[in-house]
């Protein structure tokens, strides 16, 4: 077992491990026990009830958070005349079929990269590079689409996409620890609904098995998952 710092036992001790609290309950401890001189991410982990194995109990989807993700995101498009302008007036930061080359060259300066299907024979050969990078637009992702304005307004308002893991679980950042807990409260509300109704038609017994919230130094506090069977 990982023995912790000083910092972070002081800061588990406003906790108590053997409880699982309500979110709000939960999220004001994460915030009272960030002790970082950064502003952390607060981080959901979520444990599914799933075989991801089977094809047929993949769990992946998006969801737009209501308070934002605290992060500014880089949105590269690719594509062509009217669907580029249309990006660029969504406010895409970079715009341009000249970007496939430059991502050969070596270029990754972007976060999230949307693209029109006419488009993606091109992106076809750069999957070993965008693939392992979780960079690769996919149509379940909203990031190839035609609806170019659309996909990069709700990227820039706080789109985040998540994927059960080999384990059976599923991760994502809902904020920072600076955002007000009602902010973090109304995200965590947003992800775990969409989690819910990601539910597998083969998964069997108990869905949502366990959840637990931090922030990116701070100690996991456990939430009640009665909501969400």
Do not use: C
Request: net charge positive; no cysteine.
């Amino acid at each position: 077992m990982r023995a912790h710092g000083k910092k972070y036992n002081e800061a588990a001790k406003g906790r108590d491990v053997a409880l699982r609290y309500e979110p709000k309950k939960a999220i004001e401890l994460v915030k009272q026990a960030s002790f970082a001189k950064f502003d952390e991410t607060v981080e959901v982990a979520v444990r599914l009830g799933v075989d991801p194995r089977h094809a047929d109990q993949v769990v992946r989807g998006t969801v737009v958070l209501p308070a934002g993700t605290g992060k500014t995101v880089r949105v590269l498009v690719i594509a062509a005349g009217e669907k580029a302008r249309e990006a660029e007036a969504a406010g895409a930061d970079f715009v341009g079929t000249e970007y496939v080359q430059k991502i050969k060259d070596g270029w990754l300066d972007f976060d999230v990269l949307v693209a029109t299907p006419d488009q993606m024979g091109q992106l076809g050969q750069l999957g070993r590079v965008l693939g392992p990078r979780g960079l690769m637009p996919n149509p379940k992702a909203g990031t190839v689409t035609f609806d170019i304005a659309r996909a990069v307004r709700e990227v820039k308002a706080g789109k985040i996409e998540f994927r059960v893991d080999k384990g059976g679980n599923v991760h994502a950042a809902i904020g920072k620890v600076s955002f007000p807990a009602e902010a973090l409260e109304t995200n965590f509300t947003a992800f775990m609904d969409q989690i819910v109704r990601s539910k597998p038609s083969a998964a069997k017994g108990v869905y949502v098995r366990n959840v637990a919230i931090s922030s990116t130094m701070g100690p996991g506090v456990a939430i009640d998952t009665t909501p969400y069977r």
